[in-house]
């Protein structure tokens, strides 16, 4: 399968969990990452900085109808949910969801809806269920479900509460799942090189 977007959802004790995983992806690393995370509004721009200090890829807040490429980690603004579109983002100031805005839900059920069966979600730490049922979603639509193994996680109920909602999701430590999505990255990459010839 060539995976078209691989979406990230996290949110107590996101800072840590994103800036390892998206740590342990290659330079040129070609499926584009969406990374939602839980938080406040007036937070700014500090995720962001953070994570291009720890990669070689690109790294940048969203923008409304900004283009989505490879080699590339989005970040979802504060306050906006983020909605995937055939090669573009849209942001969204719809009510949170769960009390959240953005959500995790709302971002991964739309990658499901989008890309189908060439999605990839991804579950990390996190204090509240937001995220599981946009996982069902995702491999309902035929995606790829990774979650963080609860028992190891700063705050174990998001994880946990995916893998209740999708138990054949693989539950793996970060380093294992930023592996994972490796491997998944180079066959993308060469199964579009095939397809190409």
């Not at 069902?136 to 639509?141: E, L, N, P």
Request: hydrophobic share 45%.
């Amino acid at each position: 399968m060539a995976y078209e977007i691989i979406v990230v959802g996290t949110s107590w004790g996101g800072l840590s969990a994103v800036t390892q995983l998206i740590g342990g992806l290659p330079r040129g690393f070609e499926i584009p990452v969406v990374v939602v995370q839980h938080r406040h509004r007036e937070s700014g721009h500090l995720l962001a900085s953070i994570l291009q200090d720890r990669t070689a890829l690109s790294v940048c807040e969203i923008e409304d109808k900004a283009p989505i490429a490879g080699a590339s980690v989005y970040i979802a603004p504060p306050d906006y949910h983020v909605l995937i579109e055939p090669g573009f983002f849209s942001l969204s100031t719809d009510e949170p969801v769960r009390y959240s805005r953005p959500s995790i839900d709302v971002t991964f059920v739309s990658a499901a809806d989008t890309y189908g069966a060439r999605s990839v979600g991804v579950v990390l730490t996190g204090a509240n269920a937001d995220g599981s049922r946009g996982l069902k979603r995702i491999v309902d639509r035929g995606g790829l479900a990774f979650v963080q193994l609860p028992e190891i996680a700063e705050s174990p109920t998001m994880p946990a509460a995916a893998l209740r909602c999708v138990p054949n999701a693989r539950a793996l430590a970060i380093p294992e799942i930023a592996t994972a999505l490796t491997d998944l990255a180079a066959n993308t990459v060469a199964k579009r090189a095939r397809t190409s010839r």
